[in-house]
């Protein structure tokens, strides 16, 4: 069985910076791709950042800039530094990755989210 687990949400004022990790855990062979995702109310799932296995990483116009996602593969662990934040920010952040497990299955799998919100 695999988890990913975030942390480093919280509340915020505008300008100010957070860090968010995202630690995968259990059966694991290997972790390739991983990426953020937020969803505000009312709004769709999104794309944040994200990195592939050999370190690529591609940003949503929102985030460029301002956000700075990286990954240390021996802890399994993704990180997403968010800097100049702004009320549009306000989310709640989702880690994904696509894991291949013991059993040599790759899949894909979501945290349960942290929530960001950042006060004007």
């Known amino acids: 069985q695999v988890q990913l687990v975030e942390s480093g949400g919280g509340l915020v004022q505008a300008g100010g910076s957070l860090r968010l990790s995202c630690v995968a855990s259990?059966?694991?062979?290997?972790?390739?791709?991983m990426a953020w995702h937020r969803q505000a109310p009312g709004k769709q799932r999104e794309l944040v950042a994200g990195?592939?296995?050999?370190?690529?990483?591609n940003y949503a116009d929102s985030a460029k800039g301002r956000f700075t996602i990286s990954r240390d593969n021996a802890r399994n662990t993704v990180y997403l530094q968010m800097n100049s934040l702004t009320p549009e920010d306000t989310a709640v952040y989702y880690c994904?990755?696509?894991?291949?497990?013991?059993?040599?299955?790759?899949?894909?799998?979501w945290g349960q989210g942290t929530q960001v919100t950042v006060s004007s």
């Open positions: 994904r990755a696509i894991i291949k497990d013991i059993s040599g299955v790759s899949r894909s799998y």
């Open positions: 259990g059966s694991i062979f290997t972790v390739n791709s």
């Open positions: 990195v592939s296995g050999d370190s690529t990483v």
